[in-house]
């Protein structure tokens, strides 16, 4: 079955611009998590969502971050006013529930580029 | 210091060879532990689970020692398929985000 999808894969963001990254998660999964991956390091949480509720967002690294899902599927990241330390692989993973047993599947990515 | 450390490596091996990764955490409330495997330029996948009875999926090996919040990983005969990065995962209980470490990478040369 299909996995989990991420668009644009790719985008180039002139500093001070917004950006929205979009995620589908795998049909039914309930779990939703975004994670910022910069060259060379493993990926860092950011936030977290159970179907519609932002249960989790400590990791989110400042207040231009900001992630909705807002019917409990479809999830978007958007960034304000881009700083070029947010260039990063942006990953957003689900999973059919919440709890240390069940596996996050990941997709392909973002590739953030602030010039 | 990092929640989840590994040594980045590069770890260059020949086919056929035995290679071990080593990985340590620092919080004890750590409940649940993996290995992903990275290819370059490509998103994280579960390479396996790690109980601390230690356990086997072919060639590779995880152990786990909850006394020392050390984890290993072992590949045995390895195969030029098997150059990646491996990343050192953790889990607190009932959060369910995965805390990675920074991935050892790994080059099988033939």
């Known amino acids: 079955g299909a996995g989990v999808s991420q668009s644009p894969r790719y985008k180039v963001a002139k500093r001070g611009q917004d950006v929205a990254l979009r995620c589908d998660p795998i049909?039914?999964?309930?779990?939703l998590f975004w994670y910022q991956q910069a060259l060379g390091q493993g990926p860092e949480f950011l936030t977290y969502f159970q179907n519609e509720a932002q249960l989790d967002k400590s990791g989110l690294p400042s207040d231009r971050f900001f992630a909705e899902r807002p019917e409990g599927s479809v999830s978007t990241l958007k960034i304000q006013r881009t700083q070029q330390e947010d260039s990063a692989v942006y990953l957003c993973a689900s999973s059919l529930v919440q709890g240390p047993s069940y596996e996050q599947y990941f997709g392909p990515g973002t590739r953030l580029t602030v010039t | 210091r990092k929640e989840v450390e590994q040594d980045p490596g590069p770890f260059n091996v020949p086919e056929g060879a035995t290679v071990a990764f080593n990985c340590t955490y620092s919080?004890?409330?750590?409940?649940?532990f993996f290995w992903y495997r990275q290819d370059c330029r490509k998103e994280p996948k579960l390479l396996m689970s790690v109980y601390s009875s230690g356990n086997e999926d072919g060639r590779f090996t995880a152990q786990l020692n909850r006394a020392s919040q050390y984890i290993s990983l072992l590949i045995r005969d390895s195969k030029l398929s098997d150059s990646a990065t491996y990343l050192c995962v953790v889990k607190r209980g009932s959060q369910g985000n995965l805390i990675f470490g920074k991935g050892t990478k790994l080059s099988v040369k033939p």
């Open positions: 919080n004890s409330a750590s409940q649940s």
């Open positions: 049909s039914g999964h309930v779990s």
